[in-house]
């Protein structure tokens, strides 16, 4: 039995996306407790609706998470609720912060990158990748 795939009805998959999250205007927002927070954030959604997050960094202007799924969500859905559920929180905690910034609307994120369906060499490719950039 190979733990590289998951099994559920007759079905076997290993279904991974890495995602980079980017502020609205790129304005370099994440840095010390909002970061802290925001990773927290990332990965009480990921607990709560059951995907696992695999590598996750954040650099000043936005945050790079590889993320593993059931066959039953959509990237789409995923994206979504990452996105108005990190806004939501960090306005709800850090709102005289980000209302200097973002003067019209509530907003945080406002670009998202996805890179789909990554193999295996590509899901170690990423995590170097975030290795390094950490070590900067």
Do not use: P
Not at 94 to 104: D, F, G, H
Request: net charge positive.
């Amino acid at each position: 039995m190979d733990s590289r795939y998951n099994r559920h009805n007759r079905r076997k998959y290993s279904l991974k996306v890495y995602i980079v999250l980017v502020t609205k205007y790129r304005k370099q927002l994440l840095k010390g407790s909002i970061t802290d927070d925001v990773k927290q954030e990332i990965l009480d959604i990921a607990n709560t609706r059951g995907y696992e997050i695999i590598a996750i960094e954040t650099d000043k202007d936005h945050i790079h998470f590889l993320l593993s799924y059931g066959t039953a969500d959509r990237v789409c859905d995923i994206v979504k609720i990452v996105k108005q559920e990190t806004t939501y929180y960090l306005w709800q905690k850090y709102s005289s912060v980000l209302s200097k910034q973002y003067w019209e609307e509530k907003n945080f994120v406002h670009m998202v990158i996805l890179l789909a369906a990554l193999e295996k060499c590509h899901q170690q490719l990423y995590k170097n990748i975030l290795k390094v950039r950490d070590n900067k």
